[in-house]
């Protein structure tokens, strides 16, 4: 040993997290916001077969979408490294959704006021693996703002989820969303954090 002081060969912990949430809500902007390298994606340009499949109401500018996963990395002080797995939103992609869960300690869902019922899948997907997760709602402009125990109420989530509202295109924004998923996570598993 190099050192007599053991804190200092103490190795982050590495945890997978989830960005999931509905078709166009904000997931690749956000992985891409708060990354510290540079993120991975699987953009393909949206074509003809999306139309009267897609509600692209809100995004009308969206060009392309995630056909199979968002990858970046962020570390949270000296303790922890997050690596983040951004879901693919469009319904034909949701075959994904189970590989990628694997092994993360839980999820972000990400909602748009204007088109909540969206991430409805998202948090019965969840609900039912038993995945902690916490709603984020991104604030786009111009869109509705409603009181988060409104939200909560409308989305009929348990007193226990966490529901907060973001910008996801803001890296300390996210990185507020990242750090109440981790806290609700282990709020729920208080022996994870030992090991
Ligand atoms: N105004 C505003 N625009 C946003 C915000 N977040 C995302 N956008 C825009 O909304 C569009 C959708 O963003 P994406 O990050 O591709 O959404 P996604 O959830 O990954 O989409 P899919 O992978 O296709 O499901 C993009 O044009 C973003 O620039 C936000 O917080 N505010
Ligand atoms: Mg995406």
Redesign the pocket.
Known sequence: MVSGRSDTLKMPKAIKLLIA??????????V?AVSEIRPLRT?ETLTNLSVGVDDLSG?E??A???VAM?FGRISIGQDFVLYLF?T???ERFWFVWDELARGALGAVV?ADTRRLADCFPSVDYFERRGTPFVVAV????GAPVFDLDEVKLALNLGQDVPILL????KRESGKEVLIALVKHAYGRRPTAAAH
């Open positions: 949430g509905g078709f166009g809500v904000g997931k690749t902007t956000m891409g953009e995004v500018a969206k392309t979408t995630t968002d951004g693919p939103g469009q990400l991104n604030c786009f402009d973001c910008d996801a295109r």
